[in-house]
């Protein structure tokens, strides 16, 4: 028997001003010379506020919580446009999300003069037994660090084999501390699954980095929105209307009001 999808609620998308992933996603199409197929084909129409199909669409459920604490994404040449990226999940919960395309031969000097503005201690994240032990850093500054200056999170969102051709290749992050996660639990990333255990996708990296910078509520709303996304995402590909009422939606309700 073939359920029939419930309607979502309206997407809100066009009334926020679009985020550094949504207009980096479009410079990106824009350089492109053929439409870019997401993995299994075309599939019709996507929201363009949230790139789920539109009876699932999560545009109606998405947050923002204020942080001190900024995100500087370095993105893979295609990250931007696929369906299942995390990063999108970030600059829609964290207002102070950057992203820039990554390549080997040059830089965009957006990206540098971020990284120069003295507001920002950047920190590199990456684990640190890939790195020089005098710059790995298991700890940020807090808030009222003398400097006064504010963490911003440096994650080279990519496969694992291009992060690490991305650190290598990026010169001129070799001045900042690189931040080694040390989390206890696992991942719960279900859409492209690592085949190390403790390899996280993007969104759950962003959320420990915020939980270590004093942000609690701004990472457990991430946390919570990422399962949301993950079950959105998957009752779409079964043709299964999502759970409004389930527990993924109960944990992102509860999250954003311990605010």
């Not at 993105?75 to 600059?91: C, F, R, V, Y």
């Not at 040059?106 to 503005?117: K, N, R, S, T, W």
């Not at 994240?125 to 911003?152: H, I, N």
């Not at 004093?214 to 209307?241: C, I, W």
Request: proline share 10%; glycine share 6%.
């Amino acid at each position: 028997m073939t359920t029939t999808p419930v309607p979502a609620p309206a997407p809100q998308a066009s009334a926020r001003v679009p985020h550094a992933v949504s207009r980096l996603r479009a410079e990106r199409l824009a350089r492109s010379a053929k439409p870019f197929l997401a993995r299994g084909g075309p599939k019709g129409e996507r929201c363009a506020g949230c790139r789920l199909v539109p009876s699932h669409c999560l545009c109606a459920l998405r947050p923002e919580v204020p942080t001190r604490a900024g995100m500087c994404l370095l993105m893979a040449d295609t990250e931007p446009l696929k369906p299942s990226n995390t990063g999108w999940l970030i600059a829609d919960v964290v207002a102070d999300t950057y992203a820039f395309g990554w390549a080997r031969t040059e830089v965009q000097p957006g990206l540098l003069a971020l990284l120069a503005d003295p507001q920002w201690q950047p920190y590199v994240v990456f684990p640190g037994e890939f790195v020089a032990p005098e710059r790995v850093v298991t700890q940020v500054a807090p808030e009222g660090a003398p400097d006064g200056k504010r963490p911003l999170f440096i994650l080279l969102d990519a496969t694992w084999p291009e992060a690490r051709k991305m650190f290598r290749k990026s010169p001129y992050l070799d001045r900042f501390p690189v931040l080694s996660l040390q989390p206890e639990q696992i991942s719960r990333y279900r859409l492209r699954r690592s085949r190390r255990e403790d390899h996280f996708c993007t969104a759950e990296v962003a959320a420990l980095c915020l939980e270590l910078a004093g942000e609690e509520q701004a990472a457990q709303v991430l946390d919570a929105y990422l399962d949301v996304f993950t079950h959105h995402y998957l009752q779409s590909k079964h043709q299964l209307p999502p759970d409004v009422n389930g527990s993924a939606h109960a944990q992102l309700r509860a999250a954003l009001a311990r605010g």
